[in-house]
């Protein structure tokens, strides 16, 4: 306004236009600063263009009135890494990308908070009642390979056995590497370390992800990769690639759950909580067999998407209790760590 001590005075055209525009950028500015942002910490396939962040972002900011900013953080054990070292001063109202063999290791660094009640009924493979951690999807680990691989091993002793060469991930920064010492973990038991000596000389390399590993096996360089059993999926579907398979192992198939849970620490916690109802939701759930490539944590109305049929399914499925992972985690590190030094 102008001052009542001088008259109004009248302003040329093209200060006007200045004037219009510069209120144009504080009224934008003021509103950007009003509006609440969720940040949320994730894995690196998450935020990629062809992965879920993109349509999620678009999808939860169309309902929640925020902005929804995803970081990415490695791969997903990388991710409670970050956490412990952030503490209680991390910049994380959500971490979203751990799964059911680090629940128990992120619960005991007291740095989430419970959620609130959510209305969702999950389609999982056993029974989830957690107050923290929220299921979004889960599948089995499986290697993959092409079609023009002969004598498939039906078992990790065929793998050892064989001249295959294989590429894996680091399980201190990876949950699917992790995910493989649970699975000898859980197949053979003591057995394990004698496993993992046989399978060291097919290992060509050992990456920090999941992609890395999975980029090396489609340029060639390897002829099968840890990865899952909906992977195949992705190449049917997307591609029209009928050609990549994983191979049915007769001991069995190891469960991967991902999971998101808010941080005690947000200032975002009724945002957090609603972003955790969604996730749930029919349209989440419905991003992510065709974006993430793993089976949905609450079937979708219209059920899979065709294609999911052709998949393998596991005839036993194998699972470490949470409770009991941390544990166990431990001592298969150390047996995986001590074959492959020999």
């Known amino acids: 306004m102008y001052s009542s001590r001088y008259p109004p005075v009248a302003l040329k055209d093209e200060e006007m236009k200045y004037l219009t525009i510069a209120a144009g950028l504080v009224m934008a500015t003021t509103a950007h600063a009003d509006t609440p942002v969720l940040n949320v910490y994730t894995y690196d396939s998450f935020t990629s263009e062809w992965g879920p962040g993109p349509a999620v972002e678009a999808a939860f900011e169309e309902v929640c009135g925020c902005d929804l900013q995803f970081t990415a953080a490695g791969d997903g054990a990388a991710l409670l890494a970050r956490l412990q070292l952030e503490g209680a001063h991390t910049d994380a109202d959500i971490v979203l990308g751990l799964d ?12 989430f908070a419970e959620h609130a009640p959510l209305n969702a009924e999950y389609a999982l493979p056993i ?21 023009a691989l002969e004598d498939v091993p039906a078992n990790f002793e065929e793998l050892a056995a064989s001249d295959l060469k294989i590429v894996i991930q680091d399980p201190r920064s990876s949950t699917p590497g992790l995910g493989l010492l649970m699975w000898v973990k859980a197949a053979y038991g003591d057995r394990a370390p004698e496993i993992w000596a046989g399978l060291s000389d097919n290992i060509v390399t050992v990456t920090p992800g999941w992609w890395e590993a999975y980029s090396m096996f489609l340029e060639g360089e390897a002829d099968m990769a840890l990865s899952y059993t909906t992977s195949p999926a992705y190449h049917l579907i ?7 398979a994983s191979a049915p192992f007769d001991e069995g198939h190891y469960m991967q759950i991902e999971v998101a849970a808010k941080l005690a620490s947000s200032d975002q916690s009724d945002l957090a909580d609603q972003f955790l109802e969604f996730m749930t939701g029919e349209e989440f759930q419905t991003i992510i067999p065709t974006t993430n490539w793993m089976y949905p944590a609450v079937t ?3 059920g899979l998407p065709a294609g999911f049929e052709t998949l393998n399914t596991p005839s036993i499925s194998l699972l470490t ?21 020999q």
Do not use: I
């Not at 059911?100 to 740095?111: I, P």
């Not at 591609?239 to 990549?244: A, H, S, V």
């Not at 409770?323 to 074959?339: F, H, I, K, P, Y």
């Open 100 to 111: 059911n063999n680090l629940v128990a290791a992120a619960t005991e660094t007291g740095l």
């Open 238 to 244: 997307a591609e029209e690639d009928g050609t990549k």
């Open 127 to 147: 029974e989830w009642d957690d107050s923290v951690f929220v299921p979004f999807d889960w599948g089995y680990f499986a290697f993959v390979h092409g079609e």
């Open 321 to 341: 209790p949470a409770a009991e992972a941390g544990t166990v985690r431990d001592a298969a590190l150390e047996e995986w760590l001590s074959a492959l030094s």
């Open 300 to 302: 979708p109305a219209e």
